[in-house]
């Protein structure tokens, strides 16, 4: 099992600089605390780092570093690892800093001396196959949404990946809920002319 045990956070949205912990991380974690003092940017934080192509520099910058100029006013996101799959039979303790300041090849840096992990793109590669991060926003975007893409990206892709069974009938469902969608586009104005008339009746039934 592989857990993230302590997080720090720089330059990024509220967060400005290096002294931005928060340890003992576990399992489960749960963040509580008064408005506007940086909950919603944890996460966001978290998300940034095992998916930095999300980085948006207008929005994701600490305002204060951007009019300063600062050398480095890109997010770091560093993170601390407790895992016992880098090595069989062995616990292994290591950092992986996620350096937005950086291009693309030296992006991800880490501690570890392990050959797994001693290329920013091999990080990658094991964040990628080790994590499914997903982010969730009440306020950013339409909830329903979110939840169909996640249920989309996390569960039909990822079996349909899997097992070539599951993909046929998946496949197979996508293709038949299509065509539903088809039909109903192709009568959508006697559908609501019949729900329509239908109304109408009911009312005048309880009119009468």
Known sequence: ?????????????????????????????????????????????????????????????????????????????TVDFIDDELETGKESKYQIYCNL????????????????????SKIKKYLNAKFKCVYLSTTDQDLSSQAFSLLNDMVLQYFKKKHKKIKQTVEEFERQYDLLLGTFKEHINDIESDLDNEFNYSEKTILK
């Open 1 to 77: 099992m592989i857990k993230i045990s302590r997080l720090k956070i720089s330059n990024f949205r509220s967060f400005t600089n290096e002294e931005n912990t928060i340890d003992d991380l576990d399992v489960l974690n749960i963040f509580a605390g008064r408005n506007n003092v940086g909950k919603t940017n944890v996460l966001r934080a978290i998300n940034l780092f095992f998916n930095p192509k999300s980085y948006n520099p207008s929005i994701d910058r600490n305002a204060i570093k951007e009019i300063t100029k600062g050398a480095s006013k890109d997010p770091v996101i």
């Open 101 to 120: 300041n950086k291009e693309e090849s030296e992006l991800y840096k880490t501690n570890s001396k392990h050959a797994k992990l001693n290329s920013s």
